[in-house]
């Protein structure tokens, strides 16, 4: 059964910086990282393909955030930088293995694994 356990959230101020983590069980997945405001729909952040060469990245985390993955420690990471208020949500973590290799998914029903979630607050 495949795991995904996420940590590293927390309170923040505005322009501060977390990074986020998640400790899988499987390794050579698709990963993604995906967050859900209040109100609002699960939404695409950032992803980086199985092979690791391909990240990609919503908009307007662009510049701010950092994807990667550490495969001999089978841990995604997310490294948030200048954050604001609109960045407050639960971050999820997510893998697939049906998404070819240099491909990423950027919606939520590309991926079969999810974690449980972490949140992060950013106050103004």
């Known amino acids: 059964q495949v795991q995904l356990i996420e940590s590293g959230g927390g309170l923040v101020q505005a322009g501060g910086s977390l990074r986020l983590s998640c400790a899988a069980s499987i390794n050579n997945y698709a990963m993604g990282w995906f967050r859900q405001a209040p109100g609002k729909a699960r939404g695409f952040v950032a992803g980086?393909?199985?092979?690791?060469?391909?990240?990609l990245y919503e908009d307007s985390v662009k510049g701010r955030f950092t994807v990667s993955r550490d495969s001999a420690k089978n841990t995604l990471y997310l490294q948030m930088n200048n954050l604001g208020p609109e960045d407050t949500a639960i971050y999820y973590c997510?893998?697939?293995?049906?998404?070819?290799?240099?491909?990423?998914?950027?919606?939520?029903?590309?991926?079969?694994?999810w974690g449980q979630g972490t949140q992060v607050t950013v106050s103004s």
């Open positions: 980086i393909s199985a092979s690791g060469v391909s990240t």
């Open positions: 997510a893998a697939s293995a049906k998404i070819s290799r240099n491909a990423i998914g950027v919606i939520a029903r590309n991926y079969e694994h």
